[in-house]
């Protein structure tokens, strides 16, 4: 795998060449409306929204109507407080803002009296949905962290939302992230679903329904789907929409450090393996990483309050072992190679007659003389296996060869992000992830022959980057995506 570095460099510099355009973010909407107990309006009131884990702290002031609005909002939970002349001060925790949401907090009293006293009060529930007529689910941090998933696909886990169906099967052998299928959502094909990671297709353009940009457990911070009725800017597919957020730091120092394990010693060998009394596959995942994220400061120097600069960063590695379903194929016997078809039977037990192209007459004994035998052509047909399974009381004639493999696959993910807030009216983060993927094997590594002669090596590497800067009302997005492969290399023989 080469250094994710390489991106942060590739990314940065369009970051600071490119002119910046509108764009579609993850950032979403809160609004409200002050007032005092009796339902009057609080014109000039000042509203400061604080998030909770950053400490990064947006303040505005009401209107004549009362109402106040904070655009391009970055997900997560905040708190907002409201500061008003003759009346206490207020503060409502545990705002929870989803990606791409318009949070609408209602309207929110205070009560007269001294600036001195503080009304705090805590938001409960689920909101319910009111500046907007999208349909959507979310999959929480929460979620994530503590339901078991096979394979730890963010993808997969989207099967626990309603109007969701999972997989075909076959899109999820071994249960692992190399198999890039999105399920089908609302009744609709997956081929109209779009993936955006960050604000960022996460959607392979060339092959619709697929997502190539891997977003970990560890990694990722929700999940949220737009199922239907979302706004205009959204809709490349007219399936649904599902926007995966990554984590970023906070202003506490937290990590994490993980590993799975699976193996065939804990699996039953399947029905077919023991009729063709051959031994259980190979079946080996193992899920290695670590994550780690918190605030950058310099004592003394820079961000003391730890509210300004905040890392995050996460790696993955999967090695494994994919088993394959068993081939049964079938290859020439000693006898065939040297032109003897005196004993070669078909499935019903009859002789198969091999007869000569220049008399349209069989072969005397069915066997073809050593004569007529293309030196060249046997060579190359003695490439081929010789047979292993010639109980034809198992195999009936239609197999005399059975192998079984496991594919050797190798992935690595790295996610890296930088959220910084220079200024109250400023703030910009940067994401850069790379997400690598191998596979080695005899068949069916990348759809080569099922013929246990030749392997190959199939690679895929993306990389991408986004980087989002807020200024003021306006938020503006800058992006990156590189695609390497699948590209497929012969090893062995």
Known sequence: MNSPFRILAFAGALC?????????????????TVADTSGLAVPGATVTLVHEGTGQVRT????????????????GAYTVKIVARGFQNFQRTGNQLTP????SLGELRVAVGSITETVTVSAQGANVQTASAEGSALLTTHQLDTLAQKGRDVVGMLNLLPGVETRDPAESVGGSYSNVGTPRIGGLQ???????????????????????????????????????SYQAEYGRGGGAIVNIVTKNGTKDLHGSVYWYKRHEMFNANTWWNNRSSAAKAKYRYLTEGLSVGGPVTIPKLFNNNREKLFFFYSVERDPA?????MSSLTMP????????????LDTSGKLMVVN?????????GNIVPASRINKSGQALLNVLVPPNQLNR?????????????SLAQSKLSHNFRFDYSPTPKDTVFFRGMTWGNSEQGWNGSGGSAPWPMVQDNLQFLVRTAVCVFRRSRTAFRAEAEQHSGPSRTPFGA
């Open 333 to 344: 016997t000693a006898l065939e190679r040297n032109g003897d078809f005196s004993q070669s």
């Open 100 to 103: 791409n949401e318009r949070l």
């Open 356 to 364: 000569d192209p220049n008399t349209k007459s069989p072969f005397p």
């Open 393 to 405: 009381a198992l195999t009936g004639g239609t197999y005399n060869y059975q192998f079984q493999e």
């Open 16 to 32: 600071c060449a490119a002119t910046l355009v509108l764009a579609q973010t993850i950032t979403g909407v809160i609004s409200g």
């Open 321 to 325: 072992k994919m088993p394959l379903g």
């Open 60 to 75: 505005i002031t009401t209107d004549v109507s009362g109402d106040f609005v904070f655009p391009s909002v970055l997900p």
């Open 190 to 228: 997956s081929s109209t679903n779009t993936i955006n990671v960050d604000g960022a297709p996460g959607t392979d353009l060339g092959s619709a329904g697929s997502h190539v940009v891997y977003t970990s457990f560890d990694t990722a911070s929700e999940v949220k789907v737009l199922l239907n």
